[in-house]
């Protein structure tokens, strides 16, 4: 399966960030599998799932303080790229 995220290092904490359908990070019970799904990718590392809406609007999912992190963080200065989980 391929899928967007980034890895990402501030103040000394490692983390990743996957990109996931909305539906996802609105129901905790899909948010969780799909956090323990991607640590297949990112082992040892705190995951954020990230969705966006209709307007492109992103909502975070994970870490309340890597999600606030996240929420403060334009899109554009996430180092996003394509990742395969096998």
Partial sequence: MQFEGAVIR???V?????????????????????????????PG??????????????????RPDLSRFLANTPLGAIPWRRYTLN
């Avoid at 960030?17 to 956090?35: F, G, L, M, Q, T």
């Avoid at 799904?37 to 990112?42: D, L």
């Fill in 45 to 62: 590392l705190p995951i954020v799932l990230m969705a966006q809406d209709g307007r492109g609007a992103p909502t975070y999912y994970g």
């Fill in 10 to 12: 501030e103040q000394g």
């Fill in 14 to 42: 490692t983390f990743a960030v996957v990109v996931v359908r909305k539906p996802v990070v609105d129901h905790r019970s899909e948010a969780d599998r799909a956090i323990r799904t991607f640590s297949g990718a990112f």
